[in-house]
């Protein structure tokens, strides 16, 4: 077996090996990229690498490492964030990953000066977890995994016909150069209250701006007091082209929640999803709307853009947010339609090594993981 770094010419390569890995849970979703497979690391993050996993040209494994600057601890630091490990059921691919997989770690904090490798596992993925996260004997050197934060992925699909706009006279603006430096220092504020945060001076707002493919600023929807002091903001945003989910397979759990959806629409309350290949044969996505830089003072706040957002999307589309567990504001409407997935981000070390003083149990502040970089 051997190890390569995977070139920009690899792209399609590694497009097709990656549909071979459904993400499997309530529904089986294949990812396609077929745009550019790099095209979400690009937008994550500047640096990236992935690593190819060969046996005599045939690619039987992968992983990609996106090293971002983040605050951790009030101080900004350049992480690693292990994504999209794929190994085949070969068994000389899995023995030869488990081999590479701590010098692999141990050169990505060489070469990009990271400290920390950070993971996130959904808590659907059973086979994931059994192999990387549950107890095993420690026959070969594997990293050890340390759970860091839990959230919760929400799908907003329609309101129930009792439901109303808590603050239908809350102004609420587009993003625009009259307003810009209000919304950095506002973003700014609410990033330097979570770990893992990406902006907190206006230098790092444009620069992932600038990075975030088909998002604008005037994208940006922002809530006002009477005042005109920001109190809330969303940028909602549609991956179609860089990433697609196409569900396979509902599991029954997933189809009754799906033909209740079909009946909802009749009425008016709510917007389908895609029907599955395994129906049809033919390959059609899910439609998401990504809900970024979201933060609210309070949970009206947040409901009144989740209703200005909704009515703005597409009527196939449907909308997608993470909420922490701690941020009770952002729990999902009782008067809305809606779905969650559990998902925890890890902290990878290698054996032996002590625990950073930030998976102190103590420590209950909050993290910014953007929805689309979840799955």
């Known amino acids: 077996m051997n190890l390569e770094v995977a070139k920009h010419e690899d792209a399609a390569l590694l497009a097709e090996f990656y549909k071979n890995f459904p993400v499997r849970g309530l529904v089986e979703m294949k990812i396609d990229r077929d745009g550019d497979f790099f095209a979400p690391y690009d937008i994550q993050a500047e640096q990236h690498i992935t690593y190819l996993l060969k046996e005599e040209d045939k690619l039987e494994g992968m992983a990609s490492f996106v090293v971002r600057d983040v605050l951790l601890n009030n101080t900004p ?23 590479h997989f701590l010098p692999v770690m141990e ?15 959904s808590m659907g993925e059973v086979q994931a977890l059994n192999a990387f996260v549950r107890p095993r004997t420690m026959k070969r050197p594997l990293p050890q995994y340390h759970l860091f934060r839990r959230f919760n992925m929400v799908s907003v699909h329609g309101r129930l016909p009792w439901a109303s706009n808590p603050l239908p006279k809350l102004k609420i603006r587009h993003g625009n150069a009259h307003n810009v430096d209000a919304l950095i220092n506002y973003i700014c504020q609410k990033s330097r209250e979570k770990d ?12 992932k701006l600038e990075r975030w493919k088909g998002l604008k600023l005037e994208h940006f929807l922002i809530a006002f007091d009477k005042d005109d002091n920001i109190v809330g903001c969303v940028a909602p945003w549609s991956s179609g082209g860089l990433q697609d989910f196409i569900p ?16 909802g629409k009749m009425l008016g309350w709510t917007r389908t999803l895609t029907k599955p290949y395994s129906r049809l044969k033919v ?34 589309e449907f909308l997608v947010y ?13 008067t809305w339609i809606s ?21 102190h149990p103590s420590n209950e502040r909050s993290i910014e993981i953007e929805p689309f970089f979840a799955l």
């Open 77 to 99: 630091q350049t992480v690693a964030f292990g994504r999209d490990l794929r190994i085949t059921s070969n068994r000389r691919a899995v023995l030869g990953w488990t081999q």
């Open 107 to 121: 050169e990505v904090f060489q070469t990009f000066n990271c400290k920390h490798l950070f993971s996130i596992l």
């Open 196 to 207: 893992l945060s990406t902006v907190w001076d206006k230098q790092s707002f444009y620069d």
């Open 248 to 263: 396979m397979q509902y599991s029954l759990k997933a189809h009754n929640f799906r033909q209740f959806l079909k009946f």
């Open 283 to 316: 390959e059609a996505s899910l439609n998401f709307k990504y809900l970024n830089f979201l933060n609210a003072e309070n949970g009206d706040i947040f409901e009144s853009l989740l209703w200005k957002a909704f009515d703005d999307a597409q009527e196939n």
């Open 322 to 334: 993470n909420q922490m567990r701690s941020e009770f504001i952002y729990r999902r409407p009782r």
């Open 339 to 359: 779905a969650k997935m559990p998902f925890g981000v890890y902290l990878l070390q290698p054996p032996d090594s002590e625990p950073p003083a930030f998976l």
